[in-house]
């Protein structure tokens, strides 16, 4: 079945450092892969996202990579901010979905020490 | 542009009850995706509506349904509540056709059933 395994599930680092989530999905169709911060008590937002067509994209701080020969997805946080704690989830959008449907992995819970 | 708004945001009901959620995505997007929120499974996909049809739809039990209507607007209904169903449901709009595109959480609903 459709599957997204997320590592670590915890991940404390100093201000300043980089931060690194790994994630594997199991559907080697699936075409679009967000990445979305949720801070404590508020909704899911969407900080990044990436395409099948893709290997990497950047914003500003934040990078993802994508190797589909693998089935791996990975997001950067450079120059780590305690801002940037919060709830870090991927997931992926199985090929036909047409974006509807996204499999989340479990998150990894990110803490910046100042 | 007003964001995804979702009714009620906190509800208290005993098992055996049902209820109904509400989501009126953003202004323009068709598409509305329904998800589960718990500390123990993370975020699961429950089903997501497109032009008032089901177009995706995960694995719950037949007990969770739902529908959309003509101006987009959805509503989620679980019947025969169990303690288990206790947890956060997020809905998210997208524009829907020729994507993927981003979706854009709601606030969610807090279900607690006593």
């Known amino acids: 079945g459709e599957n997204v395994e997320q590592h670590p599930s915890t991940l404390s680092v100093q201000e300043g450092d980089s931060a690194v989530i790994k994630c594997t999905y199991s559907d080697s169709a699936s075409n679009y892969f967000p990445w979305y911060k949720q801070e404590l008590g508020k909704r899911p937002q969407l900080i990044i996202d990436i395409r099948s067509n893709v290997g990497e994209k950047k914003d500003q701080r934040i990078a993802v990579t994508l190797n589909k020969t693998a089935k791996h997805f990975s997001l950067h946080i450079t120059e780590t901010q305690p801002e940037d704690s919060a709830v870090y989830f991927c997931?992926?959008?199985?090929?036909?979905?047409?974006?509807?449907?996204?499999?989340f992995g479990q998150g990894t819970e990110l803490s910046v020490k100042p | 542009k007003a964001g995804v708004t979702q009714t009620p945001r906190y509800l208290i009901k005993t098992r055996g009850q049902q209820v109904t959620l509400s989501c009126s995505p953003i202004?323009?997007?068709?598409?509305v995706s329904w998800y589960q929120q718990t500390p123990g499974q993370g975020l699961q996909f429950l089903f997501e509506?497109?032009?008032?049809?089901?177009?995706n739809k995960g694995n719950f039990p037949g007990r969770f349904s739902g529908r959309q209507f003509s101006n987009s607007r959805s509503e989620m209904n679980v019947s025969t509540l169990e303690l288990g169903d206790s947890a956060l449901y997020l809905c998210?709009?997208?524009?829907?056709?020729?994507?993927?595109?981003?979706?854009?959480f709601g606030p969610g609903t807090r279900l607690t059933v006593l």
């Open positions: 997931a992926a959008s199985p090929a036909g979905s047409q974006g509807g449907k996204l499999i």
């Open positions: 998210a709009s997208s524009l829907g056709a020729g994507g993927p595109y981003e979706q854009f």
């Open positions: 509506y497109f032009s008032e049809t089901q177009r």
């Open positions: 202004s323009g997007h068709r598409s």
